[in-house]
């Protein structure tokens, strides 16, 4: 079923079953990059491979590492710095003179599951992106609000997976297997077309493709082609946009 369900879509075979892990080689970087405590964006540069921190100005060299600089500065700034250790206070030896204690260094932070999430879909968010003409920041932003980019989610209206699709908005886009939308490929190539088709409704405008995506094209029709009074959608609409804004700030893209 999963593989005609691809067909369908258009989907590579082989990307229907991408949900990447972080391989070793990835993790020992990321491990190397933290322990030398330089640069920014550790998190992307290990996942992309890369093995010097951008300059100041300068993008990274994989084009889904730009998309994670969000999460890694958002991950180091929940860290909170360490206290003062008494270590530093000088101790005396026998002789009477002076003697620092060595300082331990603090032991790595685990990543938060969201950035790890983000990471290891960054590369499928890229094809399905490039493939639908759609921002792939557009689309981690989306995936962000909707659930933390979680291919396991579902809410509590039955919508399933990373960008919680209906299964009545799959049905339309040929996916008739509800659980066929927590595959990753699968699940963002019916939003990605489904984001097109809300583009071409309300052009130009997308607060309003996101109340539709959000609220349904009927709800936002009914509503004087606004923002339904819903205080959900309005929410949505709001932390979307807020994300996504942070997202293009921070791979340099002028407002």
Do not use: W
Not at 107 to 118: D, E, F, I, T, Y
């Amino acid at each position: 079923m999963l593989t005609v369900l691809t067909l369908a879509l258009g989907i590579p075979a082989q990307a229907a079953s991408t949900h990447q892990a972080l391989d070793a080689t990835t993790c020992a970087a990321l491990n190397a990059a933290a322990a030398r405590g330089g640069g920014q964006f550790p998190q992307g540069r290990a996942a992309c491979g890369l093995t010097e921190p951008p300059r100041q100005g300068q993008a990274p060299a994989s084009a889904h590492a730009r998309q994670l600089q969000l999460y890694a500065p958002a991950a180091t700034a929940a860290t909170p710095a360490p206290a003062p250790s008494p270590a530093l206070n000088p101790t005396l030896r026998r002789d009477g003179s002076a003697q620092k204690r060595g300082v331990r260094s603090p032991a790595p932070r685990p990543l938060p599951a969201p950035l790890v999430r983000a990471v290891q879909l960054a590369p499928e968010i890229d094809r399905v992106a490039v493939g639908n003409q759609i921002d792939p920041l557009l689309l981690h932003a989306i995936a962000r609000i909707e659930s933390r980019h979680n291919p396991a989610a579902v809410s509590h209206a039955g919508a399933r997976g990373l960008m919680q699709v209906m299964p009545a908005t799959g049905k339309r886009f040929g996916v008739a297997d509800p659980d066929s939308l927590h595959s990753v490929p699968i699940n963002l190539e019916v939003s990605a077309r489904y984001l097109n088709v809300l583009k071409r409704r309300f052009p130009g405008d997308l607060q309003l493709v996101l109340a539709a995506y959000n609220a349904g094209e009927g709800a936002v029709e009914r509503h004087g082609r606004r923002i339904p009074p819903y205080a959900e959608t309005q929410a949505y609409v709001r932390k979307v946009l807020h994300e996504y804004a942070a997202l293009r700030q921070a791979a340099g893209v002028r407002p």
